[in-house]
């Protein structure tokens, strides 16, 4: 059954039993009508906390890892791929950024995901009032449902609309959903109405009473403080981003440190050869808690490749030490493409196994306070919280200092650390800002040389073709599926770009 009409048809009730098993075989579920055999209705305070509980905390979003200017798939690379994999015709499309064709590919992106999420954060603030318990968890859950709604809301605003600028608030937004009912209009809003949909949750989840980061999976007050420095920073409202930056770093600054607490795992056979692991490559699987507790983030959530390879451009990977930065010792793996069977020698960024962190986290909001230091003019104060960070990852007796002269030099400097730190993460919402922000210092237009593609085939037997991304490109939006344009019967407006 499609996601879509999964939001607009299930009803008032929820299949709990999926919820309860982890969301073990939902799907199957879900593809059967509802019965008293298989839902409970929803009366008690603990049904929704449930729910909450079990929210899907991956995504899957194929712009964050095939579009941004720190992947690369070379020709070189391509051709000694099988039929293309894992990138596959799919992965090119996002790769080459290819609207028209992302548009009607089979899967449906981050929309769906997303919305899912959403409706079970609106599930929870439409029954809140009317189940048994405690009033105290009633507001910490009706908090934590608005926080959901804003940070998936954010990710849908990223990835379908334009970047947020001055000359693009009156540009298509997202529709408002704040209800489970499918007569609520899919009409998507204004961006600038968007953004302040989003705000006004994040407000509401600022009323959590829960302060503690003991369960990190949950939302919790640093959670939203961390967030909503995300939020600002993507507005370009530095006071107001350094101001929730700092505010989650009061409430927890611990980093790992990268030349104590990480080590390489055993090495992972291939058709060409060992490779060298790190250890949360092989842990992650075998040892669940080591994702779980990971201490650096204030809200978990990761971003997992569905091609399973991180392919990092020459570009990036001229940005690190090699010998000195630990970055690149524990989470670059030399000769990764041969994990896919790939029969040239190339490496791959790695973590925890396919996911790396998405949601937000201590380095990020070193990195966010240290921007927002530079840019209102305070470089070297910035450069001492960049510096913070880099303690942590940089080998004991070397250079682990970055220094700047001027508030321009800070800037790149704190950007390239954010590539080196945040990686796949944030890089293609950092591009999109970058281009519509206050300066033209850090704009990134983007380019590459591949083979002719035209939606079905590549074509390696004609001359390579430049493929470009301007500064202000409306492809940018990427375009909602056109299964899910199509199922809403006309509500939902296509991207016009």
């Not at 593809?31 to 839902?39: H, M």
């Not at 069977?341 to 998405?358: D, E, L, M, Q």
């Not at 945040?422 to 590459?448: A, C, G, H, P, Q």
């Amino acid at each position: 059954m499609n996601n879509f009409k999964l939001i607009k048809n299930i009803g008032i009730f929820l299949l709990y039993p999926c919820i309860v098993l982890g969301g073990m075989g939902c799907d199957d579920f879900l593809d059967v009508a509802p019965s008293k055999q298989t839902n409970i209705e929803l009366s008690k305070i603990e049904h929704l906390d449930a729910l909450l509980a079990a929210i899907n905390t991956t995504t899957g979003n194929s712009s964050l890892v095939l579009s941004p200017d720190i992947t690369e798939i070379s020709t070189d690379l391509y051709d000694k791929t099988r039929n293309g994999a894992p990138f596959y015709q799919h992965g090119m499309a996002y790769y080459l950024w290819m609207t028209e064709e992302i548009a009607d590919l089979s899967m449906s992106g981050v929309w769906s995901s997303a919305y899912k999420n959403i409706f079970t954060a609106n599930t929870v603030l439409e029954n809140l009032s009317k189940v048994e318990g405690s009033e105290n968890l009633k507001a910490d859950l009706k908090s934590e449902a608005h926080f959901i709604r804003a940070f998936h809301n954010w990710e849908l605003l990223n990835t379908y609309c334009l970047p947020y600028a001055e000359e693009n608030l009156k540009e298509l937004g997202i529709p408002k959903k704040t209800s489970t009912s499918f007569e609520q209009s899919l009409k998507r809003m204004s961006l600038e109405e968007s953004y302040r949909f989003v705000e006004a949750d994040l407000m509401e989840a600022l009323k959590t009473s829960n302060d503690k980061l003991n369960r990190r999976w949950r939302v919790s007050l640093p959670a939203v403080h961390s967030f909503l420095a995300r939020f600002y920073l993507f507005r370009n409202d530095y006071d107001n981003a350094l101001k929730y930056a700092e505010k989650a770093l009061e409430a927890d600054a611990t980093l790992v440190d990268y030349n104590t607490d990480m080590y390489y795992g055993k090495d992972q056979n291939s058709s060409q050869g060992a490779m060298h692991m790190p250890y949360l490559w092989w842990e992650s699987t075998s040892n669940p808690s080591v994702k779980l507790e990971w201490n650096e983030f204030y809200y978990q959530y990761f971003l997992s490749a569905s091609c399973a390879y991180y392919c990092p451009s020459q570009t990036m990977l001229k940005l690190y030490d090699k010998d000195n930065d630990l970055r690149y010792k524990y989470l670059m793996c030399e000769n990764f493409s041969w994990r896919h069977n790939i029969a040239y020698t190339y490496p791959g960024y790695v973590c925890f196994r396919t996911s790396i962190p998405y949601g937000p986290t201590v380095q990020e909001m070193l990195l966010t306070k240290a921007e927002c230091l530079a840019r209102k003019g305070d470089f070297v104060e910035a450069m001492k919280v960049v510096n913070e960070l880099r303690a942590k990852r940089i080998a004991i007796g070397t250079t682990v200092n970055l220094s700047a002269s001027s508030k321009d030099e800070a800037i790149v400097k704190i950007l390239e650390e954010r590539i080196r730190e945040l990686t796949w993460s944030l890089r293609w919402f950092d591009i999109r800002r970058l281009n519509n922000n206050e300066t033209t210092l850090d704009d990134v237009v983007m380019k590459r040389l591949f083979y002719p593609h035209n939606g079905l085939v590549i074509d390696k037997g004609l001359p390579l073709v430049v493929y470009s991304l301007e500064l202000k490109d409306k492809r940018f939006a990427e375009p909602i599926n056109s299964d899910d344009v199509y199922l809403s019967q006309g509500e939902i407006e296509q991207n016009p770009y």
